[in-house]
């Protein structure tokens, strides 16, 4: 039976064993990180680069290149590494944008109030806390679940907002396109009641005509 290629040979050194079980341990991490990014709540940056709320934007971009280094796809063997790459992008593109992480961080206060009031605390209540450190689930647990909930409420209603503007968009563009037509059809008998005003003319002329005949006639026989 042919022996496996990743099985050290029979006159590896310890050295060389460690090296390959090294190797294979980080193949094995870098699948496993490729996973869990794709576990990671999607409209949450934070949760998908694992990092806390409170990050420099310095620690962010230093997380993000060790992960984007991590399960490179040129490094990871996972099928999914190339997707994973790109959410991983995605998460520090929008915590660089300042708009986007001002208003993903209003969304996690938002959630830490509702929390704290929950728990009868004061809002400013610090995370170490001994009444927070005691929590089960966690502090920690419960905001990612609540700021997840006000995230999801948030994209909800950006998607409904979207829908009805093309709703709009589209009515509007009907209502253009009747006017369009509408005018269109008016030209239309504008045009054809001009083409047809010599003939109309001419039917008043012969009318006229004829009636002056008959008048004529009846004065005659007076």
Not at 51 to 75: A, C, G, M, V, W
Not at 98 to 104: L, P, T
Not at 195 to 222: M, Y
Request: aromatic letters at 4%; one cysteine or more.
């Amino acid at each position: 039976m042919s022996s496996s290629s990743s099985k050290p040979p029979a006159s590896a050194t310890d050295a060389e064993i460690d090296k390959l079980l090294s190797r294979e341990a980080s193949a094995l991490q870098r699948e496993m990180e490729v996973e869990r990014i794709f576990k990671a709540f999607k409209l949450n940056p934070y949760d998908i680069l694992d990092i806390d709320e409170s990050s420099t934007n310095e620690e962010i971009k230093k997380r993000y290149k060790q992960l984007s280094l991590f399960i490179h796809p040129d490094k990871c063997s996972h099928a999914r590494a190339p997707e994973a790459f790109d959410i991983l992008k995605k998460a520090e593109a929008e915590l660089s944008e300042e708009a986007k992480r001002e208003n993903i961080d209003a969304v996690i206060a938002q959630s830490r109030s509702l929390i704290l009031k929950s728990l009868s605390l004061p809002l400013n209540t610090p995370s170490t806390d001994p009444a927070l450190r005691r929590l089960e689930p966690s502090f920690k647990v419960r905001m990612r679940a609540q700021t997840k909930e006000l995230l999801i409420d948030e994209e909800l209603r950006r998607r409904k907002a979207i829908k009805m503007n093309l709703a709009n968009e589209g009515l509007e563009a009907r209502m253009k396109d009747e006017e369009v037509a509408t005018k269109k059809r008016k030209a239309e008998d504008d045009k054809l009641w001009e083409a047809s005003r010599e003939q109309r003319v001419d039917s008043w002329r012969s009318f006229s005509n004829t009636k002056k005949k008959k008048k004529t006639k009846v004065t005659l026989l007076g």
